[in-house]
């Protein structure tokens, strides 16, 4: 089965850059959507960015937009999240997640597979 290894979670100045990245490992990333969600303390898990497994284009919440970018490495078969111009409300666990479908979805439960999370803190 698939498992999803994060890394690249830290400390990061208000303004500042931050990449994280998601190996899988048990299967490839051509045969897997990838999601990125984020919760912070006492909020909702929020999904914000989604990869297509079909084409590789990207979708991204308002949230987000223009400022995170999903990008894939396809001899690492790693996906990466670069995120620029960070905020201190960007401040949360992050976790990518997979699954065998075509279809996007920001929703958590159409994952079923999880990484174990990172934690990013935006803070001066």
């Known amino acids: 089965q698939v498992q999803l290894v994060e890394s690249g979670g830290g400390l990061v100045q208000p303004g500042g850059s931050l990449s994280l990245s998601c190996t899988a490992a048990g299967g490839t990333l051509d045969d897997l959507t990838i999601g990125w969600f984020r919760q912070a303390p006492g909020k909702e898990r929020e999904g914000f960015g989604c990869?297509?497994?079909?084409?590789?284009?990207?979708i991204y919440t308002n949230a987000v937009r223009g400022r995170f970018t999903i990008s894939r490495n396809y001899g690492e078969n790693t996906v990466y999240l670069d995120m620029n111009i960070l905020h201190p409300d960007d401040t949360a666990f992050y976790y990518c997640a997979a699954v065998s479908a075509l279809r996007l979805s920001f929703r958590a439960n159409f994952y079923n597979h999880w990484g174990q999370g990172t934690q990013v803190t935006v803070s001066s």
């Open positions: 990869f297509s497994r079909s084409d590789g284009s990207t």
